[in-house]
């Protein structure tokens, strides 16, 4: 009887082995695999700011203005690396400051933090104004479905912004003789208005806190991946 505990003992501890050793590389590949992305996501966010700043330090320092607006409204930060890169690059030729930029990046996060957006509709608000501000005109069908879809009433706030009716938008619309970066500018001052009172509340609620933890890990594989782990895994590959 003795042996046969032992035996059984000795088959349980290979089992605890085998599968803790399991367990622990799959934590391992886990790990590696959220590093690689994150590192993808942070150095084409880099790399594409670069394009638009010019510059590796001037594009850190988007990065650390996003980080510390994200981290204040709740927004997540893996998820807006993208659209403020690509809104930038949108503005690049008539926004040489940024400040038109970040006013917009401001106004669209503090809309989604009280509206509680899911990822797919603030992608939706961001890629609306990339569009209007690369093809430099304003466009009725992107203004009514692409943004009236995600951010209600988006018609009638922008008459607002703009001081007109809103058959008296639509008619400036079509006719051409709305500037679009006015439009913009004055389309991000009316969501902050609007939306502003809510912000403070909607930015204590569990998901905005819960953005604001996924930040944290987000900044921890992206410290260690500049720390030198990437490098030394593209070092490997380039062996």
Known sequence: MDSMDKMIAKVGASLIAFFG?????????GFL????????????????????????AASRRE??????????????????????AKLAASLKNVDKSGELTRHLFVAISEAAVV?????????????????????????????Q???????????????RAMGQS????????????????EFLAKVANQIKKEYGGSV?????????????????VFELYRVIGESGAMKGM??????
């Open 234 to 239: 593209t070092d490997a590959l380039n062996k």
């Open 200 to 216: 403070a509340y909607a930015a204590e609620q569990f998901t905005a806190r819960m953005n604001v933890m996924k930040n944290s």
């Open 63 to 84: 990065y650390e203005f996003l980080l510390g607006v994200a981290n204040k409204l709740g927004v997540a930060v893996e998820g807006t690396t993208t659209q403020y």
């Open 166 to 181: 809103e058959a008296e938008l639509r008619e400036g619309i079509q006719k051409g003789t709305i500037n679009v970066y």
């Open 145 to 159: 479905r692409q943004l009236g879809n995600t951010l209600p009433g988006a018609v009638g706030l922008a008459a």
């Open 33 to 56: 695999d959220r590093l690689i992305e994150i590192n993808r996501v942070f150095t084409g966010f880099i790399a594409t700011m670069n394009v638009v700043k010019g510059s590796t």
């Open 115 to 143: 509206l509680h957006s899911r990822g797919r509709d603030v992608t939706l608000i961001f890629e609306a104004f990339q569009q209007m501000a690369s093809k430099g005109k304003l466009s009725l069908e992107e203004l």
């Open 21 to 29: 050793a399991r367990a622990l590389g799959q934590l391992f590949v």
